[in-house]
Antibody
Framework: EVQLVESGGGLVQPGGSLRLSCAAS????????MTWVRQAPGKGLEFVSG????????TYADSVQGRFTISRDNSNNTLFLQMNSLRVEDTAVYYC????????????????WGPGTLVTVSS | YELTQPFSVSVALGQTARITCGGN??????VHWYQKKPGQAPLLVIY???NRFSGISERFSGSNSENTATLTINRVEAGDEADYFC?????????FGGGTQLTVL
């Protein structure tokens, strides 16, 4: 059974940093791309960042480019999101999601999602 | 690349709901659909235009042509009430539509 569990959310002041983690199990982690998607209060889903299975390819939303860094530890089946220079508008529930198709990234759906972790940026 | 969804759709219990996702030449892209209920993680419903994800009811179906992709829910049940989001891949990133709130009357 595929399981994804996020952690690391919390309350942080504007300009601060947080590191999110996503522990994965139930599939061959190293062969699947992984992503972060967020949902701000009362808003829709927003793609944040993605990384290919081997880590060679990364992609970011324009809104977080240069502030957030995605990484992964395939030996421990864990995905990370380092968030720096946080802004009030980064407040959201952050979900990690598994890319459905092994190896490929482009055009693929997200077939499993974690329950999410809440990040609140406020003074 | 922009995806346009109606803000809300209302449908009577047992009837058919159609939720659209508009985009320039979207018919040439793979469209995926997600269901999102409050307090729950998003759930993949339809992938690559027409394929139901594992465990999804046969009442859910998808289509995609020219400038509009459509999620159709037949014999709507109270449990289908949720937000629905379409998604495509565009130039090295994924794009979500703004979401459609489905209300079951």
């Amino acid at each position: 059974e595929v399981q994804l569990v996020e952690s690391g959310g919390g309350l942080v002041q504007p300009g601060g940093s947080l590191r999110l983690s996503c522990a994965a199990s139930g599939f061959t982690f190293s062969t699947h791309g992984m992503t972060w998607v967020r949902q701000a209060p009362g808003k829709g889903l927003e793609f944040v960042s993605g990384m290919s299975g081997g880590g060679a390819m990364t992609t970011y939303a324009d809104s977080v480019q240069g502030r957030f860094t995605i990484s992964r530890d395939n030996s421990n089946n864990t995905l990370f999101l380092q968030m720096n220079s946080l802004r009030v508008e980064d407040t959201a529930v952050y979900y990690c999601a598994k890319v459905a198709t092994p190896i490929a990234m482009a055009g693929t759906a997200f077939d499993y999602w974690g329950p999410g972790t809440l990040v609140t940026v406020s003074s | 690349y922009e995806l346009t969804q109606p803000f809300s759709v209302s449908v009577a219990l047992g009837q058919t709901a159609r939720i659209t996702c508009g985009g320039n030449d979207i018919g040439n892209r793979n469209v995926h659909w997600y269901q999102k209920k409050p307090g729950q993680a998003p759930l993949l419903v339809i992938y690559r235009d027409v394929n139901r994800f594992s465990g999804i009811s046969e009442r859910f179906s998808g289509s995609n042509s020219e400038n509009t992709a459509t999620l159709t829910i037949n014999r709507v049940e109270a449990g289908d009430e949720a937000d629905y989001f379409c998604q495509v891949w565009d130039i090295n990133t994924w794009v979500f539509g703004g979401g459609t709130q489905l209300t079951v009357l």
